[in-house]
């Protein structure tokens, strides 16, 4: 079992920008590939961006891409999201999940998921 902890999301206005962290404890979370997703009120679960555990190689959904920086660090098990030049379409709950094979933008391939932080960018 892994247990995943998002914190850091919040209210910013257009331009801004804000940083997720994922707190992971039980099984070894170097061993897992990581990923954000996020989902919008009356719209599906979408993927952000994902990590690679052994390269370290990321991948961004093109609507983040240049804006977004996924990053972990093994030694703290945390997850992060920076996230630069937020639009107000990127509100959204944003949710971290842990993966024990392939990379993936599919949802319902993820092991392990956290609860949610709530990210609201105003106009």
């Known amino acids: 079992q892994v247990q995943l902890v998002e914190s850091g999301g919040g209210l910013v206005q257009t331009g801004g920008s804000l940083r997720l962290s994922c707190a992971a404890s039980g099984r070894t979370f170097s061993n897992y590939n990581m990923a954000w997703f996020r989902q919008a009120p009356g719209k599906e679960r979408e993927f952000v961006a994902a990590?690679?555990?052994?390269?370290?190689?990321?991948y961004y959904a093109d609507s983040v891409k240049g804006r977004f920086t996924i990053s972990r660090d093994d030694a703290k098990s945390t997850l992060y999201l920076q996230m630069n030049s937020l639009k107000p379409e990127d509100t959204a709950l944003y949710y971290c999940?842990?993966?024990?094979?392939?990379?993936?933008?599919?949802?319902?391939?993820?092991?392990?998921w956290g609860q949610g932080t709530q990210v609201t960018v105003s106009s």
């Open positions: 999940a842990a993966v024990a094979s392939h990379v993936t933008v599919v949802a319902g391939r993820y092991d392990y």
């Open positions: 990590i690679h555990w052994i390269t370290g190689n990321t």
